[in-house]
């Protein structure tokens, strides 16, 4: 349990987890992991039957990777000590760990939610929303995606190596369960109003932005990648389209302004590409995303070397489109041009141009960021 001032209710906690576990002959044990309490939270856990773990560094996450860390279970549960989980529930979390799961997360929509218990934004907004969005990005099989009771093998959470320290955590450990192919659960358990008389630690908007920006960082493919190709194949069939002669649509002509907009795309989608996958070489060799087959197959084939034949030769395609362009500037005596005309040679020349710079010094950049390190 992590705890930051629950004097209200952390006894009560305590006892409702000593007694379940007695009551199904569950060896076992209550930690307290304290966040720098000043109710005397620390004195009630003991006094209780708690075995208290005094954690400096603050936030959430801190409190509970140092309780994680001290127990020395096969099976750990992680719960919140306001009173609001129902610790009689344990056996339903440990029946689905003996029986091979690695996390077994309760559902609080399945279970029952109380009067007042969780806020209607929280209820039929926010966890609903980031729950889709789990399942989305991550193929997470959790229907409820921030329950705060929640089981898991001690030797999977290990093999997890969560970094986050505050909220976030909750959200890190299903995303990394689902991306190591870690076998969830779900049990249906009830959530009812907190016994304390304060309010919660949990800042509705600033914590939900949170969990919504460490889902979104952790999925460069969501975030950066599919975006990016979207607009690549956008800006390129536009061009394509464009680039022979302005095109009717219903009452408009679409000509080289359009065009313009459309070369914009292919770069803003080229870079928001190289961003993805940047970002995903970053998060793979520091450790915060496992290694992904499917991505080292193509960087087997994408190298250095692959990526600067690319860049050159989209270098040398733009010089051969402006060299010709000049070439039919001096058939005019190098007097004026037909502006429209020759914008449908200058903005191919100067995307390949840019897109070739931009490939040939990125490929560098990838192979700094993909070095490994000791």
């Known amino acids: 349990m992590p705890c930051l001032n629950e004097a209200e209710t952390l006894a009560i906690c305590v006892d409702k987890a000593l007694a379940?576990?007695?009551?199904?002959n569950i060896a076992g044990e209550v930690i307290v992991a304290d966040n720098g309490s000043t109710d005397g939270s620390q004195a009630i856990a003991q006094q209780h039957g708690a075995l208290v773990i005094p954690v400096p560094v603050r936030g959430?996450?801190?409190?509970?990777?140092?309780?994680?860390?001290?127990?020395?279970?096969?099976?750990?549960?992680?719960?919140?000590a306001d009173d609001s989980y129902e610790f009689a529930h344990i056996p339903r979390f440990l029946s689905e760990l003996r029986g091979g799961a690695d996390l077994v997360m309760g559902n609080?929509?399945?279970?029952?939610?109380?009067?007042?218990?969780?806020?209607?934004?929280h209820r039929y907004l926010g966890?609903?929303?980031?729950?889709?969005?789990?399942?989305?990005?991550?193929?997470a099989p959790v229907g409820d995606f921030h329950c705060g009771i929640r089981g898991f093998r001690k030797d999977a959470y290990e093999r997890l190596g969560l970094r986050t320290t505050g909220m976030e955590f909750a959200s890190e450990m299903v995303v990394k369960a689902s991306l190591l192919g870690q076998k969830i659960s779900e049990v249906p358990t009830t959530l009812k109003k907190d016994g304390r008389s304060r309010p919660p630690h949990l800042r509705t908007w600033r914590d939900g932005w949170r969990h919504l920006r460490f889902l979104l960082m952790y999925s460069p493919r969501w975030l950066f990648l599919f975006p990016g190709l979207a607009l690549m194949i956008l800006g390129l069939g536009l061009m394509a389209w464009l680039l022979p002669a302005e095109r009717p649509l219903g009452r408009v002509n679409l000509g080289v302004d359009t065009l313009a907009y459309a070369a914009a795309a292919v770069l803003l989608g080229f870079q928001l590409v190289f961003f993805g996958v940047a970002a995903k070489v970053f998060a793979?060799?520091?450790?915060?995303?496992?290694e992904d087959e499917s991505f080292d197959r193509w960087f087997r084939y994408i190298t250095?070397?692959?990526g600067l034949i690319v860049g050159v030769l989209l270098l040398l395609a733009g010089v051969c489109i402006a060299i010709s362009s000049v070439m039919a500037w001096s058939h005019t005596?190098?007097?004026?041009?037909?502006?429209?005309q020759m914008m449908r040679r200058t903005l191919p020349a100067m995307?390949?141009?840019?897109?070739?710079t931009e490939v040939c010094f990125g490929s560098f950049f990838l192979s700094l960021l993909g070095l490994k390190r000791r």
């Open 20 to 24: 379940a576990l007695r009551a199904n």
């Open 60 to 80: 959430y996450g801190a409190a509970l990777s140092a309780g994680i860390q001290a127990s020395r279970g096969t099976y750990v549960l992680m719960a919140d």
């Open 351 to 356: 995307l390949c141009l840019m897109l070739g």
């Open 108 to 121: 609080r929509f399945q279970g029952g939610i109380g009067p007042k218990a969780m806020p209607p934004l």
């Open 284 to 290: 793979v060799t520091e450790g915060l995303l496992p």
């Open 127 to 139: 966890n609903p929303v980031l729950s889709v969005l789990g399942r989305l990005l991550f193929h």
């Open 333 to 340: 005596g190098y007097g004026p041009l037909p502006p429209v």
């Open 304 to 306: 250095l070397e692959t």
